[in-house]
């Protein structure tokens, strides 16, 4: 009997601990998004049922609150669901090209299968304007005229660069520096050395004898007897 109560207590244990691990909910985020207009909307929820039967679906609501009505499958309302796991599905809401009809709250809501509804955290969303047609055709006319003109320009810069010739670079000036001898010191001009004077005493009876034997036909040797007088 006592083990039959102590399996009893760990039954229950169990069961509440699962209890505890696995609650029915809807994970959502309260956000609010600004799509312009003509651009794509993506919403997601997550649906904790823990494994047992549920009914899923959107829920829109205008700006004002006084309007609600499902999301309904269309060809730009797109709705899918994805099983994350045993106990949680994930719900996708796509809307292509939004417009201002689109503006308002969007939230999931899951029927349980004990009847009980639940709902989500909403999410605003804003439509904002787009781009106008008029702005469209100005970017495109734009973007025409500058592939047109490039062309141009680019044979223009071609034209421009061939007739201007490329200018010569000056040559630079090199100074060479021819390096002089030192400076020799002129020393003045020595006088000449000085040579002994010798003077000779002729007497006048040898020139008068050399005058008397000098012949004019024939040239004679005349000797002169020098008589030095040292001083």
Not at 55 to 72: C, H, I, L, Q
Not at 148 to 169: D, G, H, N, T, W
């Amino acid at each position: 009997a006592s083990r039959i109560s102590v399996l009893r207590v760990c039954a229950c244990a169990c069961m509440c601990l699962c209890a505890e691990e696995c609650q029915l909910s809807i994970l959502a985020k309260r956000e609010m998004y600004y799509v312009p207009e003509g651009g794509i909307l993506s919403l997601s929820c997550v649906v904790h049922h823990c494994g047992n039967n549920w009914t899923g679906a959107w829920m829109w609501e205008n700006s004002t609150y006084d309007f609600r009505k499902p999301v309904k499958e269309s060809e730009r309302h797109h709705l899918t669901n994805k099983t994350i796991s045993a106990s949680q599905t994930k719900l996708f809401l796509n809307i292509q090209s939004v417009n201002q009809s689109d503006e308002g709250s969007y939230g999931c809501m899951v029927v349980w299968d004990t009847g009980v509804s639940e709902n989500g955290h909403r999410t605003h969303v804003n439509i904002t304007a787009g781009p106008s047609p008029r702005k469209l055709l100005h970017r495109v006319l734009i973007c025409a005229c500058a592939l047109l003109c490039l062309p141009i320009i680019l044979e223009l810069a071609r034209c421009l660069s061939s007739e201007v010739k490329p200018q010569p670079l000056p040559r630079a000036q090199v100074i060479y520096e021819v390096p002089y001898p030192a400076q020799q010191t002129i020393s003045a001009p020595q006088p000449p050395p000085r040579c002994p004077v010798m003077y000779a005493v002729i007497s006048q009876g040898a020139l008068k004898q050399q005058g008397a034997t000098r012949q004019p036909a024939h040239s004679a040797t005349v000797y002169s007897s020098l008589k030095f007088d040292n001083h």
